[in-house]
Structures are given as structure tokens and as C-alpha cells.
């Protein structure tokens, strides 16, 4: 997408060693009375000229000719805006250092292409910027570097510095950078180019005698070699004398541009209106108000340029309707035809209306075949009408009739990637990065391509940090442009960089307050570091600005399924495929969405599709094997695992899948073997030791079972938990014990977990009291508190007095941590002790510093105990809803909220929330919750199926209900049974 804020060059100083460096094209001229414009040129000071229509002008000094506004010509108005000249005198003023194009204004046209020559003064100009930018800390320098484009194609280059403060070889590095710029080409004579900049307050010498007209080619103030050679180039050709019938019919001209003159004025006496036509003349594109060229066209309603400066302005404030109207009556006057049908096309496409706007360019482009503007705007016409082949044979147009314009290639370049033929696309990006090495937008674009494109497994870092130079680099040329930090931080995200990664998005962020795309990769690095309530927070956003935004939809599905709510994420994945059907990763992630829900068949189809529409993604056969063994289909379950494999022989789930599914039918060898690969390919990969250490345990080797235990609880304590998986309880044993004393930490705790399931609660507790020299408190804390839960008819007083005192010990002079407190919350309701539980939760919901998502936990639990025991039930519903803001509905939350409305009495509200839950995550509490609301509500029926469900399908149990509510358990089952 093209950079914000217009301009390829810096809008101001960036810092104390990259000085503004500001573009112009100059041209000084006389305006005679018959309305033609008179070039001049410092020699011509204080002469007289003889204009065409026969008056005799008189021209000004030099002092005067230093005063005059320096028009630009219109091809480069709106993009070199004229600056106020430097006052030393004023203090606090920076220096404005100059970029000069030094060729006569008249010749442009016939001498150089103009958007050849735009390219190059950019081109130029970044190039002097990039230097200035790696000069030594040395104050007082000038920098002035004079360049000329011969017809030979000869370039000469001269670069001074005052002082000389740099090396020989530097300066012949700048040198050669310069020169190795291409070249625009020159028709007729040659251009010259100067480029004069003051670092940091240089001397002071050389800047008055830049602020005015040179002459044509630096005659009079460039080095005398530089001047000799230019001199010498014009002279090649000198102009032929004109013959005698050409001489006549220039005096015969004259004699009419006289007499139309007399006539002009004669006019202008009777009709006082003829006064406004004049003055007309005199309008520039810029100059004047909506007011005053509304009064121009209400006195000369038949003056086309009129209501196509009009149009302009009404385009500039976004009122394309008034354009069109404007520019239709421009062309319905027969002025400017082409570039009207231009201008309003562009108005159309702003509109949406697409066709009319293709009719205006085609009328464009039938008009004026060589203008590559019409022809890229018909490009992107045709693109947004669906028809991409003729959008890139108009961009190839382009490009054929303009090879030396990078703005050309970057177009095609756009369309190439955005229909992902990425190695085409990086094709142009390079070729147009080496006529312009700075251009930023190429730059951005190539970075794009770099991060998006599909590539072996081993490529990929190498193009994520050719994608961060990249980017760097146009942050370098252009520090304000929001999207770039936004892509920067993506590719940082990308690369695990995620403290600079979340920098870059918070300054997206502070330039950009509507940038989605940093909203939408902040949400991900949150979620990657399992803060969920500000990844929702964060999607939540990214939403409101833009409604309906695929990547915002696809970006809270996820976070959803994270959160337990996978209908609504389902519901997020439906509408995001509606918008993008030919997306491969949103079958994907519905797939997944479905098989949270075990819906495996559908589950199936949208892998199948993926797969379709991507034949090599490699994500989308693992994870349709895993919907395979869902539903029994355990041999195509391993031909995709082989398949992915085939795809990318380096993706390691895909080896650990099939080790996994080889396991289960006894094949040991070979799935020993697909660990080994796994591991070889991801050494952090923890499931991965867990999987290889189980065959060693089937095979009995317990040591290198332990070891590859020691491996994946390293990486991820979660990934000890498959020591479950085992079918011996004495190799688990034996295991786990042998763990227990190489690994004095992680190890206790998974023994104390087996002795509290197998062997005495007191050992387990023991082991937990171990591993608290090991690890932090609140780790070992919430294995022991898991095993108090399960075994609390056990427990007798001193194990409770026991984890008091861990608790105190684990209490530090700055007081408990937030984790901590949530873990004595939870202590204390197995106590028994409602009323200090419930203060906890309101210290917790009161402190500021608490974040989202442990805030959201505590309003939570509070409301469940303020409902149970009828405390404050109206607080209860409070609480739910705010905990609800903070993350989102996930199922614990409206299990809860349910429970609230229940106690206060809204029963259908309840039944409503409650199968909103069970929706999403039915378990045998959420079920029975359910039941009663039901009943309680009139509806028998459906309470009796979630009854029934509760126990038949979750097997639920009285030990399963929480001690506050085992007694309307109790009555309920009571009703129940008396209605079945």
C-alpha cells in the first residue's frame, strides 16, 4: 500500500545528523500583458525583451529578480511545495538546505520525460539524504554536489565539502552512488542538477548565491571544469539560422498577436466581464479560494479550465460528487478533454462506482495512448472490477512504455502480490529498487513479499530479517509512516522478538490511532504470551474501526477458542469466510473451531477445502489427521501425516504426529523413529521428549525415559502430564521417581501428584514441601491445593495448618502477589471460610495495578459466592458484567452469570446465559446448572435432558459439586425424579 503523507523526503528534521534536505524546480520568468510567460535568467538582469505580441519589457535587477515568487512548472506542483527562504537572523531557525533543478523551464518538456525527471531528483535526493544522515558528529559542513546529464549519456559529477572533513574514500563512495543512479533520458541538451545542503548551521558562504537563477546550466556559479564540459555539450549544436520564409512568418505573427492586443483591449472597455477572462490567465492551480473561483465561473460561465480548477478543490476536500459534476462540465466544454476524463475517473473510483470510472479511463487512455498515468489508473480499475489478467497487461503497459519509472514496477508489483505470484512481484521490487535503492514504498512493498510469500521451512528466517532490513529502512526514510512500524512489529513478532515487537506497535499506535493492522499484531503477541483479556481487548478494537475486517475476525476467533467459546468463535470464523471464501488458513482455523466442538465431519470438509486451495499447507493434513482418528479412521490418518510431510519435510508436528499415531497401533521402531526427526528438527519441541520417553518406558528404559522427561518438562512443564498416558502403574511409578531425583523442582511435584492419586496424601505433601526450595511458591502452591481439592475428606487439621504456614513463608515483605492471593482465596473455601475469602476477591478488584485478566478471575469467583449464598445477588450480576468487559463471555463467566440471575429470580434470562455456556463447554456442573434453571423455569423437559446429560454423558458426581451447593443438589434431584 502506498506510504502515508505524500512525500518520499522528510517533512522535517529527523535528527541532529539528518538534516531536511528540501526539493525544487526552479524557474524564474516575466509575464507580458498579453498573457505569455517570458523565461529569464540572471544575465538578463535589468535588459529589456522584446515579447512576441511587440511590447517592449522591462526586466528587473538582480536584487529584484532574487525577490520573485519561483513558480514551479504544473507537472511538479503538488509535489515539491514551494518553502519559506532561511533568515538567519530569526533565531531558533534551522538551515533549509536546497535541491536545485537547474535546466530552463520552457526546454522541459522536449528535453526529458516528466515523470523520468521526478524519479531522478527523488532519487537524488535520497541518496545525498542517506549520506547526510552517516556523516561524523562534525559541525559547520556545507555539502554541495553539482550534477549533469549529457545526451551521450555521459554523467558528471562534482561534490564539494566545506570544510573537508571527510575521507578520500568516502567522497569517492558518495561519487560513485551518485553516478550509479539511472540516468532519465534526455532528448535535447543537457540537465543539470544541483544539490546544495547545510549540516547542522554550516558556513554560510555559499547560500545566498543558491537562492536565485543560475543561468540554464550552472554558467555562472559551477566549478569552472563542471561549466567547460557543459558549456562545451550545448555548443555541439548551435542553433542554424532560420531561413527567409520563416523569418516572414514570424513578422506576419507578430502583426497578428499586435492587432488581437488592440482588439483585447478595445473589448475589455466595453465588456468589463473581458476583464475576468484576463485576469484568468493570471489563476494558478493553488491560488485561489472555492469563493473566488465560484465568483471567476459565475462571471465567465464558459470557461472550462475554470470548473476544472473548481473540481480540484472540491476532490482535495473529498466532495466527489461536486468533482464530477464539475470536470462533466469541463469536458462538455471541450477543455483539457484527456486530462478531465483523467480526473474525473479518479473521482468515480473514489465513489465505488467502478464502471464509470473505467469508462473515463479507457476514454483517457484512447485519447492519450503514452500517458502511463491513465494507464496504471486503469490498471487498479480493472483489478477492483475483478479483471486482474487485464489489470496486469495494463501495469505491463506501463512498464513497457516507461521502463526507467520505478513507480511503474512497483504497481505491477502491487497487483503480482496481491493475486500472491510473489516471485514475479519480487522481480519488479528488485528491479525497481535498483534504479531507486531509496524508495520507500518499494521498500515496504518488497518487505510485504518478504514476510507473506511461501517458502522451505529454512528460508524462512532469512526472509523475515531481509523483510526487518527492509523495513528499517523505510522508517529511515520516512519516521512518521504508521503502517511500517506496524509491519515491522509483525516480522519482529515473527522472529520471538516480542518486547520490540510490542515497541513498534505502540508507536504505530501513537502516530495512528485507526491503524488496525498494530491493534491486530499487538492482539497477537498478547495472546502468544497468554494475556488474553488484552488480545480481546485489543480485536475488540481493531473491529470498531473497521466493522466486518477479516484479519480482526479471524484474530478473535482464535482468541475465543483460547478463551473456551467456541461457538462464538465459530460464529467469528463463519463470517470471516463468507467475506474471503478462498481463504486457505480460515478453513483451517473453522476446521479447528469445529473440532473443539466435535463436529468432525464438518471438521473434515473445511480441512479438505484448505487443502484444495492449497495443496502444499502443510498445517491443514495434520490437522485433518487428527479428525481422521476422531472418527476412526486411524490409516488415513497416517497417510496425511505423510503426506505434510511430503509438503515440508521440516515441519516437526508433522513428524511428531505420525510418532504419536504409530505408537497407538504398536508400531515402537518406526515411531521412534518420527520422534527422532521431531527432535532433530525442533530441539525445544517438548511433547516431542514426552512422546520419545513413553516408548522408552514401554520398552524399559527407564534412564533415557527419565532424561527425555527431564527435556520436555524443561521446555514446558505442562508436557510431563503424559506420563499419564501409561498403562503401568509401576513404570509411572518408577518413572516418576527416578525424575523426582534428577529434577528436584518439576519432579516432586509430578511424584507428589502420582502418591496423592496412588500412595499417601502425607508423602504427596511432603514432595510439594520439597519443591518448594525448587520453584516459586505459587507453582507449588496450586499442585497442592489440586491435590487438597481431590482429597479433602481426607484431610485432616495439620494439613491444613501445613499450608497455612506455606502460605506465611511464601508472604515476602512487600506483601502477597496477586497469584498468590487468588491461590489463598481458593485455600480459604477449602476451609470453609466464606467471609475472608470474599475480602480477598475485593481487595483484588480495588487494587489498580491488578491486570485484566486476574481482575476478571476475581470478579468472577466474588460473584459466584455473593449468588450461592444469597449475599448480594444484584452485586453478583455487577460483578459478571464487568468481568465479562474486561475479557469477554467466555463459558466459566456465563456458567457463573447464570447462576446469578438464577438466585435473583430471572429465570429465562438464566436458561439463556446457562446454554450459552454449555454451548460452548458443556461439563456436568454447567449441565446441572442448566437442569435447575430449567425447572425452575416451568421447562421439566429440558431440565430432565440436562440431567440426564450431566450424568450419563459427563458422569457427574456429588463429589464434582462444590461443597456451598451440594444441598440444592440434593433438591434438585428430589424434584426431578418425583417429575420423571
Not at 226 to 236: G, I, N, P, Y
Not at 393 to 417: F, G, I, K
Request: glycine share 6%; hydrophobic share 40%; charged share 25%.
Amino acid at each position: 500500500m502506498p506510504l502515508k503523507g505524500g512525500r518520499s523526503y522528510h517533512q522535517g528534521p529527523r535528527n541532529a545528523r539528518a538534516p531536511w534536505i528540501q526539493l525544487r524546480i526552479m524557474a524564474i520568468s516575466i509575464r507580458c500583458t498579453c498573457g505569455r510567460e517570458i523565461p529569464l535568467h540572471a544575465g538578463q538582469a535589468g535588459t529589456q525583451l522584446h515579447c512576441e505580441c511587440g511590447l517592449v519589457l522591462s526586466v528587473p535587477s538582480l536584487g529584484e529578480i532574487r525577490q520573485l515568487r519561483e513558480e514551479e512548472p504544473a507537472a511538479f506542483q503538488k509535489i515539491h511545495p514551494a518553502e519559506e527562504a532561511f533568515d538567519p537572523s530569526l533565531p531558533g531557525q534551522k538551515p533549509s538546505p536546497q535541491v536545485h533543478l537547474l535546466t530552463d523551464a520552457a526546454e522541459l518538456g522536449r528535453r526529458i520525460r516528466a515523470e523520468s525527471l521526478d524519479h531522478y531528483v527523488r532519487a537524488v535526493m535520497r541518496t545525498i539524504d542517506d549520506v547526510l544522515a552517516h556523516l561524523p558528529d562534525a559541525p559547520g559542513m556545507d555539502f554541495c554536489a553539482a550534477l549533469a546529464i549529457l545526451p551521450e549519456g555521459e554523467v558528471l559529477v562534482d561534490i564539494e565539502f566545506r570544510p573537508a572533513l571527510l575521507a578520500p574514500a568516502l567522497l569517492a563512495d558518495i561519487k560513485h552512488r551518485l553516478e550509479s543512479i539511472p540516468r532519465p533520458p534526455v532528448r535535447e541538451g543537457p540537465v543539470a542538477l544541483l544539490a546544495y545542503c547545510l549540516v547542522r548551521g554550516g558556513s554560510n558562504d555559499l547560500r545566498d548565491s543558491f537562492r536565485h537563477r543560475l543561468g540554464s546550466c550552472f554558467h555562472i556559479e559551477c566549478p569552472h571544469r563542471f561549466a567547460a564540459v557543459l558549456h562545451k555539450s550545448e555548443s555541439k549544436s548551435p542553433p542554424q539560422p532560420l531561413p527567409p520564409w520563416q523569418i516572414l512568418w514570424q513578422k506576419v505573427g507578430r502583426f497578428a498577436l499586435l492587432s488581437r492586443t488592440a482588439l483585447r483591449r478595445v473589448w475589455s472597455k466595453v465588456f468589463p466581464a473581458a476583464q475576468v477572462i484576463k485576469a484568468q490567465g493570471n489563476l494558478r492551480e493553488g491560488q485561489y479560494t472555492l469563493d473566488e473561483i465560484t465568483e471567476q465561473i459565475r462571471l465567465c460561465p464558459h470557461v472550462g479550465t475554470l470548473y476544472g480548477y473548481r473540481a480540484e478543490i472540491y476532490r482535495s476536500q473529498g466532495e466527489f460528487d461536486l468533482a464530477i459534476a464539475d470536470f462533466t462540465q469541463q469536458i462538455d466544454l471541450r477543455t483539457e478533454v484527456a486530462q478531465a476524463h483523467l480526473a474525473r475517473g479518479i473521482c468515480y473510483r473514489m465513489t465505488g462506482n467502478h464502471e464509470k470510472a473505467l469508462e473515463d479511463f479507457n476514454e483517457t487512455v484512447w485519447q492519450t495512448p503514452r500517458w502511463t498515468h491513465a494507464i496504471i489508473a486503469r490498471a487498479w480499475t480493472f483489478f477492483a472490477l475483478g479483471n486482474v489478467d487485464r489489470a496486469i497487461a495494463d501495469a505491463t503497459s506501463a512498464v513497457e512504455l516507461d521502463p526507467d519509472e520505478p513507480n511503474w514496477l512497483l504497481a505491477r508489483a502491487r497487483l503480482l502480490a496481491t493475486c500472491s505470484m510473489f516471485d514475479k512481484a519480487m522481480e519488479d521490487l528488485n528491479h525497481a529498487l535498483l534504479l531507486d535503492p531509496h524508495h520507500p514504498e518499494a521498500l515496504f512493498l518488497r518487505a510485504h513479499v518478504y514476510r507473506d510469500r511461501p517458502c522451505a521451512t529454512e528460508q524462512i528466517k532469512a526472509d523475515f530479517e531481509a523483510s526487518l532490513a527492509d523495513l528499517s529502512a523505510v522508517l529511515h526514510l520516512n519516521p512518521g509512516h504508521a503502517e511500517s512500524y506496524s509491519s515491522r512489529a509483525s516480522v519482529r513478532m515473527r522472529l520471538e522478538d516480542y518486547a520490540a515487537a510490542l515497541a513498534d506497535c505502540e508507536k504505530a499506535i501513537q502516530l495512528d490511532s485507526g491503524c488496525i493492522s498494530a491493534f491486530l499484531c499487538r492482539a497477537n503477541i498478547h495472546a502468544i504470551e497468554n494475556r488474553l483479556a488484552q488480545a480481546m481487548l485489543d480485536c475488540n478494537q481493531a473491529l470498531r474501526v473497521v466493522p466486518g475486517y477479516v484479519e480482526a475476525l479471524s484474530a478473535r476467533g482464535m482468541v475465543r477458542t483460547r478463551l473456551g467459546l467456541y461457538r462464538e468463535a465459530l460464529s467469528d470464523f463463519n463470517q470471516a469466510v463468507r467475506q474471503l471464501p478462498e481463504s486457505p488458513l480460515l478453513y483451517l482455523h473453522r476446521g479447528n473451531a469445529y473440532g473443539t466442538l466435535e463436529d468432525h465431519h464438518a471438521a473434515l470438509d473445511d480441512f479438505s477445502e484448505a487443502i484444495r486451495l492449497y495443496p502444499e499447507f502443510t498445517p491443514a493434513y495434520c490437522s485433518r489427521a487428527v479428525a481422521w482418528l476422531h472418527v476412526g479412521e486411524h490409516s488415513r490418518a497416517i497417510e496425511d501425516c505423510e503426506a505434510a510431510i511430503r509438503c515440508d519435510a521440516k515441519y516437526a508436528p508433522a513428524h511428531f504426529l505420525r510418532a504419536r499415531l504409530l505408537d497407538q497401533v504398536g508400531a515402537s521402531g518406526e515411531a521412534m523413529i518420527s520422534y527422532n526427526d521431531a527432535i532433530r528438527l525442533a530441539p525445544d519441541f517438548a511433547a516431542a521428549y514426552a512422546g520419545r520417553a513413553n516408548v522408552w518406558v514401554n520398552t524399559g528404559d527407564y534412564d533415557r525415559a527419565i532424561s527425555d522427561y527431564r527435556q520436555a518438562i524443561h521446555h514446558e512443564p505442562a508436557a510431563g502430564q503424559m506420563l499419564g498416558q501409561l498403562d503401568e502403574e509401576y513404570a509411572v511409578e518408577a518413572v516418576v521417581r527416578g525424575l523426582a531425583e534428577a529434577e528436584p523442582g518439576r519432579g516432586n511435584l509430578f511424584l507428589a501428584g502420582f502418591l496423592a492419586h496412588f500412595r499417601s496424601l502425607d508423602e504427596a505433601f511432603d514432595r510439594c514441601e520439597a519443591a518448594m526450595e525448587y520453584l516459586p511458591p505459587e507453582e507449588v502452591l496450586g499442585v497442592a491445593l489440586q491435590v487438597l481439592r481431590q482429597h479433602s475428606d481426607e484431610a485432616g487439621p495439620e494439613v491444613f495448618q501445613r499450608i497455612e504456614a506455606w502460605f506465611k513463608r511464601a508472604t515476602g515483605p512487600q506483601g502477597r502477589s496477586v497469584q498468590l492471593d487468588l491461590l489463598l482465596a481458593n485455600f480459604r473455601e477449602l476451609e470453609g471460610r466464606h467471609a475472608e475469602l470474599c475480602e480477598i476477591y475485593r481487595q483484588l478488584i480495588e487494587q489498580p495495578d491488578v491486570p485484566a485478566g486476574q481482575r476478571a478471575l476475581a470478579c468472577n469467583n466474588l460473584a459466584y459466592f455473593l449468588a450461592i449464598s444469597q449475599e448480594d445477588v444484584r452485586r453478583a450480576i455487577e460483578l459478571t458484567d464487568q468481568a465479562m468487559e474486561l475479557i469477554g463471555p467466555c463459558p466459566e463467566f456465563l456458567d457463573t452469570r447464570g447462576v446469578s440471575l438464577h438466585a435473583a429470580g430471572r429465570f429465562d434470562e438464566a436458561v439463556a446465559e446457562l446454554r450459552r455456556a454449555v454451548g460452548n463447554n458443556p461439563t456436568g456442573l454447567r449441565l446441572y446448572h442448566l437442569a435447575r434453571a430449567c425447572h425452575s423455569a416451568g421447562d421439566t423437559e429440558s431440565a430432565l435432558e440436562a440431567w440426564e446429560e450431566a450424568h450419563n454423558q459427563q458422569e457427574l458426581t456429588l463429589d464434582q459439586i462444590p461443597f456451598y451447593e451440594q444441598h440444592q443438589y440434593r433438591a434438585t434431584a428430589e424434584l426431578l425424579q418425583k417429575n420423571d
